[in-house]
């Protein structure tokens, strides 16, 4: 079994802690608890290099401690942690041992596990708010870095005809097919890859990943866009939307509108 290594670490404000998420991102962590004063952050031990961690951590002078959660005690923490979140009457995440939400259009039941993307955090709650605003139905829909599948299942629920969610992580595969069972949730195909290559045209694309997946995948998005798709993005803070905006421009796509929560930014473009 895979175990995760928790960096706890040291923090003096809100913005240290965003401004550290976004960093700590870059190199493979993939889930973070922000309390007052504390980042805990989390990473797959084989994807844990300090040597990494103390080139963001050393030159602000930040403390750390480290510890080793073995994956059962891992899912039995997210389990005990899980309350669910509902997003005004639109949609509701709650895991299998929650009592069914009233007055929502749709409910999503998530065992997250190893995986990242319970709509807790903000990128992810981000995601499912705007989603709302867009309109799924008959349309072909790419999830680029699904994790639990959260935002693939809304997309299913919201009437897409097909659906496509990838990622890089066996476990998160893993842990989406349980999460479409949950749901009972079909037409969305889950694929393990790390790119775009060889996959269809989609009318819609999902991306709630780090800045730099997005701006290293951006000629893939644009071949596997049509001239009007969709593009929800998250994954970033309020001070890279520029250059989000910019990047995307020069391959042809059009902002159209940036929601924000506690400094991370959602964004939707269109291809033109």
Same mark, same amino acid.
């Given at each position: 079994?895979?175990?995760? *290594? ?24 993939? =889930? ?10 989390? $990473? ?17 002078? *930040? ?9 059962? %005690? /891992?899912?039995?923490? /997210? ?5 669910? #979140? ?5 949609? =509701?995440?709650?895991?299998? @041992? ?5 007055? !929502?259009?749709?409910?999503? #039941? ?26 799924? @139905? ?11 599948? $959260? ?8 009437? =897409? ?9 066996? /476990?998160?595969?893993? %842990?989406?097919?349980? %999460?479409?069972?949950? +749901? +009972? ?24 990943? %780090?800045?730099? &997946? ?9 071949? =596997? ?10 994954? @970033? ?6 250059? !989000? $905006?910019? +990047? @995307? ?6 902002? $159209? ?6 400094? /991370? &930014? ?7």
């Amino acid at each position: 079994m895979a175990d995760t *290594i928790l960096i706890k670490i040291k923090t003096g404000s809100t913005d240290q802690s965003e401004i550290l998420i976004a960093q700590l991102s870059e190199i493979n962590f993939y =889930a973070f608890e922000e309390e007052e004063n504390f980042l805990s952050a989390f $990473i797959k031990e084989e994807f844990f290099y300090e040597d990494e961690l103390n080139k963001i951590l050393s030159p602000k002078n *930040i403390s750390f401690t480290k510890s080793i959660i073995k994956e059962t %005690n /891992w899912n039995a923490k /997210w389990e005990s942690e899980f309350e669910p #979140i509902v997003i005004e009457n639109f949609v =509701a995440v709650r895991a299998s @041992f929650h009592n069914p939400i009233q007055n !929502v259009r749709h409910q999503i #039941i998530i065992t997250p596990k190893m995986s990242f993307g319970t709509g807790h955090h903000a990128t992810t709650h981000l995601m499912l708010q705007q989603m709302r605003n867009i309109n799924f @139905f008959d349309k072909t829909v790419l999830d680029f870095g699904t994790g639990t599948g $959260i935002l693939a299942i809304l997309a299913k629920k919201l009437g =897409a005809k097909k659906v496509v969610a990838i990622d890089n992580e066996e /476990w998160s595969i893993n %842990n989406a097919t349980e %999460n479409l069972i949950a +749901n +009972n949730c079909t037409g969305i195909t889950l694929l393990q890859k790390d790119s775009l290559a060889g996959l269809e045209i989609f009318d819609i694309i999902l991306a709630n990943i %780090n800045l730099n &997946v997005i701006t290293t995948s951006i000629k893939q998005i644009k071949l =596997a866009s049509h001239q009007s798709t969709k593009l929800l993005l998250s994954g @970033f803070l309020i001070s890279d939307e520029q250059k !989000v $905006i910019n +990047n @995307f421009a020069s391959e042809g796509f059009k902002h $159209i509108t940036t929601t924000e929560k506690d400094g /991370w &930014v959602s964004m939707l473009l269109t291809k033109s």
